[in-house]
């Protein structure tokens, strides 16, 4: 699929070998534990996927985290379990995947301590002190009592002892994100006994020494132990924070660990997406004082994507492995593509956390860069195998967004002759047009990393400012035909609220995303009526707003871009929105326009109240440009005439989604294409309890 090249020396020290404890990691490419909505459900996609990233050349893979007991645990959440011996065979599918391409095994043990409801074991959850659990859940976490914390120390020693015979190279003891017992009794504000376990900081981290030295003293001959530790949660002085207590707590456990895993809290903060963290190495700050405290190998974040920018915290002594989780996830091949010379073949991670949303949901993880993540093993995706050709014939793709590229990247993959028309003078469709919209700049790498490649293929002929019509369409008379059209926003307020038109729409200027995103600028005071809830409206309102406009946002949801809580953000777009001075108002919906005049409409009461605006701008659901589509298929004597055998509509021409979902449907039909069928493995899931 691709060629070799040698690989620039200058990055030779990121293939250098790096001992932690008692095993050695091959290179310095460090995959830290990540969540991936499969956890202890699904151990054959779990192992598939995580195998995948090993064979891409990562020296570590990581588990997500893996809970030691049920009295820690976050259903319907579906992360690891390791509550006894029974587990070990799942784990053992893990390890044998990472290990058959040299790479380590580590596993991230955990113990969640008031973060876990433990809905469905229904153990009392523990912490500290006692304290109602983070979710809403009407449930309270008891004081661990001295009982408490022995078989505390008793089950996470068990648990690294079954990791080991699990076949994991690295064991983790875990205080981060706020979501873990040894963090929680680290943290004043959660931790207020009187005994030896609180007070002064030294007796807060008394357990995670204890533990750790547990664990050494019960696998440290054979596996590394790891910790992995918040060293900043971004609230000041009501936290932890790198200028003060993580120090101290580094200090007083510098040479105990074998590895310092080092992050920031909460997981929104680690997790951040491209909007809010723009710039590659964005946690250097917090984390680079770690490793003037300790002479063990320190490994840390930052959506580390770019050679360069890793060997500068190697050499400027900030890191001395490279973490990344969404980086793997957006490229499992990675590390092999530096490695053979191939930088510009690298996969980029947009930075957009559809990945956690996976997690979030209780779903397996999909990517929107990487369409076969996730895939592994249901599907047997690999990212970077696919079937030849199954014949000689040459294929239209028509449309040049994320799923006409992603299909004719894969078909041109595949062998095949193709030719991709796009209408505009700019390919990537809606990743281009969206990457102009603010923060939203890493969304052209959709785009780039697919015309990179395209334009190097000798079997892709690409074609801009060229609109195809049915004429057109039936008399070049490709043999097959992908759709890849697009979608554009609804003018009529139509959408999840509203099934017909708000009335009086006439009467007002009114607007769509598309139009603001081809260059049309409302001016004066403009209604953002938001029924989409996913980013578009919060940014559009941060567009306007920094145009110096005034804006008022309006969604019936309770939260603004509801759906992002799903992708961390949400919390962070509305406090952005308040803070840019954006008026928002919840539980409400336009229900009526008239001249200059919008009535709201509250979603519980059904009382209204009316505002003078200048703009009304819809955001509330797309249609599929499918006309085309339509034309060709109501005539299969004319396609059979032109000698077109196949004709498929994929994407948002089809179903309009994510980004995510028309790179993974453009994917997905050029498997299909004289391939795979449609809807191979979609219930042929795996079955809990086969693993046994
Ligand atoms: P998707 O997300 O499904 O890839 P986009 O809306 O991002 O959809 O991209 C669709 C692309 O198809 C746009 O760049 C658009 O200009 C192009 N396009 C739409 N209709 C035609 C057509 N008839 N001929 C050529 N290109 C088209
Ligand atoms: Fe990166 Fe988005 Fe893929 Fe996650 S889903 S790895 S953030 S591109």
């Known amino acids: 699929m691709s060629s070799s090249n040698a690989r620039n020396s200058r990055y030779n020290i990121l293939f250098e070998p790096i001992k932690i404890g008692p095993v050695t990691m091959k ?3 460090y995959q830290v ?5 499969m956890g202890y459900a699904r151990p054959q996609s779990l192992a598939a996927m995580r195998g995948i990233k090993a064979e891409g050349g990562w020296g570590a893979i990581c588990t997500e985290e893996v809970e030691i007991h049920p009295s820690s645990e976050i259903s319907p959440s579906i992360e690891g379990r390791l509550w006894d011996k029974s587990d070990i065979p799942a784990h053992r599918l893990m390890t044998a995947a990472v290990q058959e391409h040299d790479a380590l095994a580590g596993i991230e043990l955990v113990h969640n301590g008031f973060h876990a409801p433990n809905r469905t074991s229904r153990l009392p959850p523990m912490a500290p002190s006692p304290i109602p659990v983070d979710s809403y859940d009407p449930v309270h976490a008891r004081a661990m009592d001295l009982t408490d914390i022995k078989n505390f120390r008793k ?3 068990q648990a690294a002892l079954n990791a080991r015979e699990a076949g994991y190279d690295i ?4 205080a981060g994100h706020c979501m873990t017992t040894l963090m929680h009794f680290m943290l004043e504000r959660f931790n207020h006994r009187s005994d030896n376990y609180g007070g002064s900081l030294k007796n807060r981290v008394r357990l995670t020494r204890e533990v750790i030295s547990d664990v050494k003293e019960a696998i440290g001959d054979d596996c590394a132990v790891a910790f992995r530790f918040a060293v900043d949660e971004l609230m000041g002085k009501d936290g932890m924070t790198s200028e003060g207590e993580a120090q101290e707590v580094v200090g007083l456990l510098a040479e105990l660990p074998d590895l310092w895993d080092v992050n920031i809290s909460g997981w929104s903060h680690d997790s951040s997406t491209a909007r809010f963290e723009p710039i590659e190495g964005y946690q250097e700050k917090y984390t680079s004082f770690v490793k003037s405290l300790t002479s063990k190998p320190v490994v840390g974040v930052g959506r580390f994507t770019s050679p360069d920018a890793m060997v500068s915290q190697i050499k400027r002594g900030v890191l001395d492995l490279i973490g990344a989780a969404r980086p793997s996830i957006a490229d499992p091949f990675l590390p092999n593509k530096i490695a053979q010379g191939r930088i510009d073949e690298i996969r980029e991670c947009i930075g957009c956390n559809i990945c956690v949303s996976g997690d979030n949901l209780s779903v397996p993880i999909r990517c929107t860069q990487n369409p076969t993540m996730g895939e592994e093993w249901r599907r047997k995706w690999h990212p970077e195998k696919i079937a030849p050709k199954a014949s000689d014939s040459s294929v239209l793709v028509v449309g040049a967004g994320p799923s006409g590229l992603e299909a004719a990247l894969q078909l041109a993959n595949r062998g095949y002759q193709v030719t991709l028309a796009e209408s505009g003078k700019e390919l990537g469709g809606r990743a281009t047009k969206e990457s102009h919209l603010p923060s939203l700049s890493s969304y052209a790498r959709v785009r780039d990393y697919r015309v990179n490649l ?5 079997n892709v002929e690409i074609y801009k400012d060229s609109p195809l019509d049915e004429d057109a369409i039936l008399e070049f008379g490709f043999p097959h035909v992908l759709l890849a059209t697009g979608s554009h926003w609804r003018r009529d307020g139509t959408g999840r609220y509203y099934q017909k038109a708000i009335p009086g729409l006439s009467t007002i200027p009114s607007f769509t995303p598309d139009d603001i995103m081809n260059g049309k600028n409302p001016t004066g005071h403009t209604i953002i009526f938001d029924d989409d809830h996913y980013y578009m409206g919060g940014v559009l309102a941060e567009k306007l707003i920094n145009g110096g406009q005034k804006v008022t946002l309006v969604t019936p949801a309770a939260k603004i871009s509801a759906w992002c809580e799903y992708t961390l953000e949400q919390e962070k777009i509305q406090a952005k929105l ?35 605006v200048d703009n009304l701008l819809l955001v509330t659901a797309r249609h599929a440009n499918d006309t085309l589509y339509h034309q060709l298929q109501s005539n299969p004597d004319k396609l059979e005439q032109a000698g077109i055998k196949t004709l498929e509509v994929i994407g948002d021409a089809y179903s309009p989604g994510s980004l995510a979902s028309a790179v993974y449907y453009g994917h997905l039909a050029a498997r299909c294409l004289e391939g795979e069928s449609w809807d191979t493995a979609l219930f042929d899931g795996e079955r809990p309890g086969l693993i046994s």
């Open 578 to 612: 308040i803070n840019l001075g954006v008026e928002l108002i919840t539980n409400h919906t336009v229900s009526n326009v008239a001249a200059n005049q919008i009535e709201l409409s509250c979603t519980y009461t059904g009382h209204t109240k009316t505002i003078q």
């Open 454 to 458: 395209l334009t190097q293929m000798a």
């Open 171 to 174: 064991v983790y003891v875990y």
């Open 155 to 157: 089950w996470h020693r």
């Open 33 to 37: 534990p990540h969540c991936n909505g």
């Open 27 to 29: 290179n310095r490419f």
